[in-house]
């Protein structure tokens, strides 16, 4: 916030003498509940790195404890006492946030930064993610059984997705499309697994899928390879780019065998899991 400070006038409890200049006074308000912020920012599914100072020798400009949160564009919310090792520590965070490594403890020399107080702090670097979630489009045979494994044993919010309303009444929790076409905006952190019950709509949910501003991370599709040579095309012929199409997983799964529901189900997340994890490659590898 920017106050404008004229000739005579108080603020912060110093007054301008009247011959003074026109002034600008930047006003940082500090963050307040830290905690309750984090949560906020989670619940918000926004980006961002708290900073926590969590140690202190010599004259360092914040106490131990003391924490802001960076954000992507450079933005912070409190303070870890200015200068430059707040600049630093705003570098480091954006760092984080560009590769996603998830936490960093660094030791600075205050004197090596260029501040005269001189001292060490120790700073701790928490990155926060928005949660990904597994987007299930199909509340069929093998979409019930992978949203119940999902539930059970992934680390990640489930939603699922039918156009039947009679799914309902199966499982409760399904959201209903007015169409497959009609899929919602996933995020590049999202996963999404298309088992609709027909080809035509399992093309519809793909193709929303790919259209959107962002890729998911992972795209899984039920279907054989002949089932994807023939929608690939489609898809390439319709416009859709070929670093999209090139991301679904089809066939989807781990080769662990089973054609019943419950083991497509277990396959299915098994690779979800190992794709989340990045051992993917390792896993295809071992079970060849």
């Known amino acids: 916030m920017t106050i404008v400070v004229r000739p005579g006038e108080s603020r912060y409890g110093a007054t301008l003498p009247p011959c003074g200049k026109l002034v600008r006074i930047?006003?940082?308000?500090?963050?307040?509940?830290?905690?309750?912020?984090?949560?906020?920012l989670e619940r918000e599914g926004k980006s961002a790195v708290v900073v926590t100072i969590v140690a202190a020798e010599g004259p360092v400009p914040r106490e131990a404890g003391a924490r802001m949160v960076v954000f992507p564009e450079g933005r912070i919310e409190g303070t870890i006492g200015g200068g430059a090792?707040?600049?630093?520590?705003?570098?480091?965070?954006?760092?984080?946030?560009?590769?996603?490594?998830?936490?960093?403890l660094r030791t600075y020399d205050l004197e090596e930064l260029g501040m005269v107080c001189?001292?060490?702090?120790?700073?701790?670097?928490?990155?926060?993610?928005?949660?990904?979630?597994?987007?299930?489009?199909?509340?069929?045979?093998?979409?019930?059984?992978?949203?119940?494994l999902a539930k059970l044993a992934a680390p990640f919010a489930i939603r699922i997705y039918d156009v039947r309303e009679n799914i309902r009444g199966k499982i409760p929790e399904v959201t209903l499309l007015s169409s497959y076409a009609a899929v919602p905006d996933l995020k590049g952190r999202d996963y999404a697994f298309i088992c609709t019950h027909s080809h035509e709509d399992d093309y519809r949910a793909l193709k929303g899928i790919l259209s959107g501003k962002e890729t998911p991370a992972y795209v899984g599709l039920v279907g054989s390879k002949a089932k994807w040579a023939k929608m690939r095309e489609q898809l390439l012929a319709e416009g859709v780019r070929e670093e999209r199409v090139s991301c679904v997983h089809c066939p989807v799964g781990l080769p662990?065998?089973?054609?019943?529901?419950?083991?497509?189900?277990?396959?299915?997340?098994?690779e979800i899991l190992a794709h989340h994890h990045g051992r993917l490659r390792e896993a295809q590898k071992r079970l060849k």
């Open 256 to 270: 662990l065998g089973g054609k019943d529901p419950g083991s497509i189900a277990v396959s299915a997340l098994a």
């Open 85 to 104: 090792l707040e600049k630093r520590a705003t570098e480091e965070a954006q760092e984080l946030l560009s590769t996603g490594k998830r936490t960093l």
């Open 118 to 148: 001189g001292g060490r702090a120790t700073l701790f670097y928490e990155l926060l993610m928005p949660p990904i979630t597994l987007h299930i489009f199909g509340a069929g045979h093998v979409g019930e059984k992978l949203f119940s």
């Open 26 to 40: 930047v006003k940082i308000r500090p963050m307040v509940g830290t905690f309750g912020r984090i949560a906020e």
